[in-house]
């Protein structure tokens, strides 16, 4: 989600959209994001939590890959998809933390999370700055687009496949 963040404002400018609406797009995204945490809570609740992560993950291949080869670069289609991403942005947090503290209990939560967190930041840094490098060198965001399409659905993947037994059950 770095990549939005980073970079979404000068990808939308790139597809000759002005400056104003780019800001007004990068906005929304970031209204989407506070919007999709607290649903995702909600429908944590309700749906398995690994199933959450796994739709989530799921729903940014199709959003991107939606955005990136069917739609034209529009105002329109340009805010929705900011809207969209922002609501899958941080709607992993929650379902992440609750399939740790559930694997390995409370105890292990803060060490774990940290760690999960550490190597989310250190992604996050690699596919901002490799976004910047290839911008510089193609003029393009596709190909960081692309891996991040791959990375996403082996995110989606390996959601769907985790085994959640309750730490507390076999305590």
Same mark, same amino acid.
């Given at each position: 989600m770095s990549l939005i963040q980073?970079?979404?404002?000068?990808?939308?400018?790139?597809?000759?959209?002005?400056?104003?609406? =780019? =800001?007004?797009?990068?906005?929304?995204? &970031?209204?989407?994001? @506070?919007?999709?945490?607290? =649903?995702?809570?909600?429908?944590?609740?309700?749906?398995?939590?690994?199933?959450?992560?796994?739709?989530?993950?799921?729903? *940014?291949?199709l959003l991107i890959a939606v955005f990136l080869f069917l739609l034209p670069k529009n105002v329109v289609t340009v805010v929705f998809f900011a809207v969209a991403m922002g609501l899958t942005g941080?709607?992993?947090?929650?379902?992440?933390?609750?399939?740790?503290? *559930?694997?390995?209990?409370a105890e292990? @939560? &803060?060490?774990?999370?940290?760690f999960t967190?550490?190597?989310?930041?250190? &992604?996050?840094?690699?596919?901002t700055w490799l976004a910047g490098y290839l911008y510089q060198i193609t003029g393009r965001y596709e190909m960081i687009w692309m891996m991040n399409l791959g990375l996403c659905a082996l995110?989606?993947? =390996?959601s769907y496949r985790i085994r959640i037994v309750d730490y507390e059950l076999e305590a």
């Open positions: 980073n970079h979404l404002y000068s990808q939308i400018v790139s597809y000759g959209i002005d400056k104003s609406t =780019a =800001a007004f797009a990068y906005t929304t995204f &970031g209204i989407g994001t @506070m919007l999709g945490a607290l =649903a995702c809570g909600f429908i944590c609740l309700k749906i398995p939590i690994k199933n959450v992560l796994g739709s989530i993950y799921g729903l *940014r291949v941080d709607a992993t947090v929650t379902p992440t933390s609750e399939i740790i503290s *559930r694997k390995f209990g292990s @939560m &803060g060490l774990l999370f940290g967190f550490i190597c989310h930041q250190t &992604g996050s840094f690699i596919s995110a989606s993947v =390996a």
